[in-house]
Structure formats: C-alpha cells, structure tokens
C-alpha cells in the first residue's frame, strides 16, 4: 500500500513563492506518473503539473510559466515549485501518484492548503 503525504502549504502574499513536497511511504514501483492537482473552493479538481517514471513534464496552459513539477532519482517524492503566486492559485494541492504498469493502480494524499492574499 502507497501513502502520500504532502507539507509545504500555507500563506503567502501574491507574487511570492513556494515549495511543495510529497513523500511516498511504500513501493512505488513500475512506469508511473507523479502529479499535483488543485481544487479551489466551488471548482472542479484540475491537474496542474505531472512528471513522468522518465521524467518527462506535462503542465497546465495557465500554469506552465510559474509551475515547475520535479521529483527525486528514488522516485519517491515529488515537489511542485510556484512562483509568482496569484490569488486565483488558492486552494487545496493534492499529491497523486498513478501506476501504469504493472499492476494499475491510483493513490491520492490528504492534500494541502495554498492560500494567497492580495
């Protein structure tokens, strides 16, 4: 079984930044892909950032210049670096890791809170 636990959530002034980090307990293994996705309040959840078992990105449109998805050579966490916060990035940021092969399978952490004040 894959635990995810995200930290790196708070509040920020627009146009700051910050970090956040996802720790996988347990073995992900396989070809899988590690992505960050957001729900602000009143919204559907929207993927904002993926990477790849090789390491290749995919972002959002209107995330792509501040947003930058990276993880650790063990494969075993995942960070989300923003920049330049805006208020429209407020919400809750939820880790997801999904298997692809073998054994298919989807996990989700508890998720984390990003507020940015004007």
């Known amino acids: 079984q894959v635990q995810l636990v995200e930290s790196g959530g708070g509040l920020v002034e627009a146009g700051g930044s910050l970090r956040l980090s996802c720790v996988a307990s347990?073995?992900?293994?396989?070809?899988?892909?590690m992505g960050w996705y957001r729900q602000a309040p009143g919204k559907q959840r929207e993927l904002v950032a993926s990477?790849?078992?090789?390491?290749?990105?995919k972002y959002a449109d209107n995330v792509k210049d501040r947003f930058t998805i990276s993880r650790d050579s063990s494969r075993s966490t995942v960070w989300l670096q923003i920049n330049s916060l805006k208020p429209e990035d407020t919400a809750v940021y939820y880790c997801?890791?999904?298997?692809?092969?073998?054994?298919?399978?989807?996990?989700w952490g508890q998720g984390a809170q990003v507020t940015v004040s004007t």
């Open positions: 347990g073995s992900i293994f396989g070809m899988n892909i």
């Open positions: 997801n890791v999904k298997r692809v092969f073998p054994l298919p399978n989807e996990y």
């Open positions: 990477i790849t078992t090789d390491g290749s990105t």
